[in-house]
Every structure is written in structure tokens, then in C-alpha cells.
């Protein structure tokens, strides 16, 4: 399976971003899709998660009434709409995702797109 992450940027706190996530490779049905991130001189951390099929998410704490994650099968893509950003949302923002039959963690990563909020 192959993860590309586009819609990164810039953006003033407050703003608003929708992350892509295009797979490839091979069906994904049965697959769960996350996001991360990971600021400079942090660990990277989870930020929400997705059945393929639909439904079954999970957000972090910290994100949660912000940001909507979901996925369209027509497009084999999966998003991150971020709204009410802030600073500290700022890092690299990368997608994986895993089989729910033959696996219990993220095995596939894409690249990262970069997310900048500014104050």
C-alpha cells in the first residue's frame, strides 16, 4: 500500500486546512486509516483514526470538535478537514493505515505534509 499526503501549507490560526491521503497498491477495504504528527523536538503523536469502511473514529484530545477525519472509496482517499486551527497544531502531518485482519499496528506511512499555523 502506498500513502500520498498533499494539502499542507500555511495558514493563520483560526484558518482552516483539509489534509489528503491517496492510497495505492492494492484494495484497501478492511484497512484502518490514521493521522499523526509530529512538531520539531516532539514524538510523534495520534491524531485521529478511521475504519476504511466508514465509521469507528477516534480522535485525540486535543483535536476533537476541530478536526473530522474520513474517507471516500471513489476516490481511494482519505482526509483530515482542520478547522479552528492553532499554533500549536503545527507539524508534519502523516497518514498510515494497517489490515484489521493481519495486523493490530500502522505498517504503511506516507511521506508527511507540512502544517504551519501561525499566531
Known amino acids: 500500500v502506498q500513502l500520498v499526503e498533499s494539502g499542507g501549507g500555511l495558514v493563520q490560526a483560526g484558518g482552516s486546512l483539509r489534509l489528503s491521503c491517496t492510497t495505492s497498491?492494492?484494495?484497501?477495504?478492511?484497512?484502518?486509516m490514521g493521522w499523526f504528527r509530529q512538531a520539531p523536538g516532539k514524538e510523534r503523536e495520534f491524531v485521529a483514526s478511521?475504519?476504511?469502511?466508514?465509521?469507528?473514529?477516534y480522535y485525540a484530545d486535543s483535536v476533537k470538535g476541530r478536526f473530522t477525519i474520513s474517507t471516500d472509496n471513489t476516490k481511494n482517499t482519505a482526509y483530515l478537514q482542520m478547522n479552528s486551527l492553532k499554533p500549536e497544531d503545527t507539524a508534519v502531518y502523516y497518514c498510515?493505515?494497517?489490515?484489521?485482519?493481519?495486523?493490530?499496528?500502522?505498517?504503511?506511512w506516507g511521506q508527511g505534509t507540512q502544517v504551519t499555523v501561525s499566531s
Open positions: 498510515a493505515a494497517y489490515s484489521e485482519v493481519t495486523s493490530s499496528q500502522y505498517n504503511y
Open positions: 497498491g492494492r484494495t484497501i477495504y478492511g484497512y484502518r
Open positions: 478511521i475504519r476504511w469502511s466508514g465509521g469507528s473514529t
